[in-house]
């Protein structure tokens, strides 16, 4: 499975941005999905994951509120809908792909090559 992350941009702070993430090959419904961020000397920090069988969904405490993942099977491709963005929420947006739920960056594979998300005050 290839990923392809986009939809990242400038935006004001309060304001939205939409990311996909577009999955090529095969996806099973075991799998986990999730999005992660890594600003400029950071580590990859997890954002959100959904079960692609369930739609079960899980956040990071930070963006809890303000961030929707979804996914749509027909296309094979996660959503990421970050509303109400924060100038701290500016980061390189990755998404990758896991066999169980968790938390680590290390245990996801196929990363996609992420989306700046820019948010200024």
């Known amino acids: 499975v290839q990923l392809q992350a986009s939809g990242g941009g400038l935006v004001q702070a309060g304001g939205s941005l939409r990311l996909s993430c577009a999955a090529s090959g095969r996806t099973f419904s075991s799998h986990v999905m999730g999005w992660f961020r890594q600003a400029p000397g950071e580590e990859r920090d997890f954002v959100a994951a959904?079960?692609?069988?369930?739609?079960?969904?899980y956040y990071a405490d930070s963006v809890k509120g303000r961030f929707t993942i979804s996914r749509d099977k027909a296309d094979n491709t996660v959503y990421l809908q970050m509303n109400s963005l924060k100038v701290e929420d500016t980061a390189v947006y990755f998404c990758?792909?896991?066999?169980?739920?968790?938390?680590?960056?290390?245990?996801?594979?196929?990363w996609g090559q992420g989306t700046q998300v820019t948010v200024s005050s």
């Open positions: 990758g792909r896991a066999y169980e739920l968790t938390y680590a960056p290390a245990q996801y594979k196929s």
């Open positions: 959904i079960r692609w069988g369930t739609g079960g969904t």
